[in-house]
T-cell receptor, first 115, second 108 residues
Framework: NAGVMQNPRHLVRRRGQEARLRCSPMKGHSHVYWYRQLPEEGLKFMVYLQKENIIDESGMPKERFSAEFPKEGPSILRIQQVVRGDSAAYFC?????????????FGPGTRLTVT | KQEVTQIPAALSVPEGENLVLNCSFTDSAIYNLQWFRQDPGKGLTSLLL?????REQTSGRLNASLDKSSGRSTLYIAASQPGDSATYLC???????FGQGTELSVKP
């Protein structure tokens, strides 16, 4: 059973471009969480999704950021018109159920650099 | 709102020493707690999961405890090794709220 997969592992974008980060959860997992780790800061929750639904986006910046988890395919975190402050490591995690007894399994992260 | 604090921010110990990492939280209504390690430039590796009804979990040289009444969790590492050098993070609740981490350096 492959772990959580994220791609690309490294992404370089110029200011104003769009960044698309992909996350494939572990097989059998229907819950996906996205986190951001800014340089010199801790990990911050961004958004929690189930298939075709956004459950909690309280940690997502109000503008330029969006996330989806379609019925088929990976979850996508999309950042429009990137700025230098978006440079960070973005992690996704998955779990089989939204239940406190289940661990979240993390992917290796995508490191976004905005030049 | 849950706030999570990890002390110390950095720790350097000689190889073989036993050590304790601390994590404190403000809201005792937690659901679960995970301890992670993060190696430089890498993703998170889950170390231990403690459910709110449990008091501790053990895996090899690691032991994590949870005391909801005092708002604390500790990660105990026995007989530390240079390979243990990493940043250790604790996290709470379903949508994990992370502490800032403790950067551990084990000197050979």
């Amino acid at each position: 059973n492959a772990g959580v997969m994220q791609n690309p592992r490294h992404l370089v974008r110029r200011r104003g471009q769009e960044a698309r980060l992909r996350c494939s959860p572990m097989k059998g997992h229907s819950h996906v969480y996205w986190y951001r780790q800014l340089p010199e800061e801790g990990l911050k929750f961004m958004v929690y999704l189930q298939k075709e639904n956004i459950i909690d986006e309280s940690g997502m910046p109000k503008e330029r950021f969006s996330a989806e988890f379609p019925k088929e395919g990976p979850s996508i975190l999309r950042i429009q018109q990137v700025v230098r402050g978006d440079s960070a490591a973005y992690f996704c995690a998955s779990s089989p159920k939204a239940d406190h007894t289940y661990e979240q399994y993390f992917g290796p992260g995508t490191r976004l650099t905005v030049t | 709102k849950q706030e999570v604090t990890q002390i110390p921010a950095a720790l350097s110990v000689p190889e073989g020493e036993n050590l304790v990492l601390n994590c404190s939280f403000t809201d005792s209504a937690i659901y679960n707690l995970q301890w992670f390690r993060q190696d430089p430039g890498k993703g998170l590796t889950s170390l231990l999961l403690i459910q709110s009804s449990q008091r501790e979990q053990t895996s090899g040289r690691l032991n994590a405890s949870l005391d909801k009444s005092s708002g604390r969790s500790t990660l105990y590492i026995a007989a530390s090794q240079p390979g243990d050098s990493a940043t250790y993070l604790c996290a709470f609740l379903l949508e994990l709220i992370f502490g800032q981490g403790t950067e551990l350096s084990v000197k050979p």
